[in-house]
């Protein structure tokens, strides 16, 4: 039970550092020093997709549901939870190249914002 319930947590910790690569600049805004913390997760999650690698909480989850008595997935998290809503064919490496561009564009766009937003105060 215990370890159902961790990798579930792993499951929901993954899905909100996703949404922090994506949508953390945002934050940004509001507190200027999460600067600190969103530019290398949004570096993160841009290698991950360009160079196809694979987010340790993946391993994680996966182990702590083995452990559990669960199947686990050999697939990545945006595989294997986000793709089959969004892109239900499946990920290929242009649709990664593709969610990489999005979140270098988002954010570039929102660290020019603040970047402006800055230099007029």
């Not at 083995?66 to 294997?80: M, N």
């Amino acid at each position: 039970m215990i370890d159902s319930t961790l990798a579930d947590a792993a499951l929901l910790l993954h899905l909100a550092f996703i949404a922090f690569i994506v949508l953390g600049g945002l934050l940004v805004v509001r507190w200027p020093r999460m600067v600190w913390f969103h530019l290398p997760a949004a570096a993160w999650g841009v290698l991950i997709e360009l160079f196809n690698g694979a987010c340790p909480l993946t391993p994680l989850e996966n182990w702590l549901r083995l452990r559990a008595g669960e199947q686990g997935y050999s697939v990545s998290f945006v595989e294997r939870y986000l793709l089959p809503i969004i892109y239900p064919d499946g990920l290929t490496r242009n649709v990664q190249y593709v969610l990489a561009g999005v979140v270098v564009a988002a954010n570039v766009a929102t660290y020019a914002f603040v970047l402006h937003r800055s230099r007029h105060k």
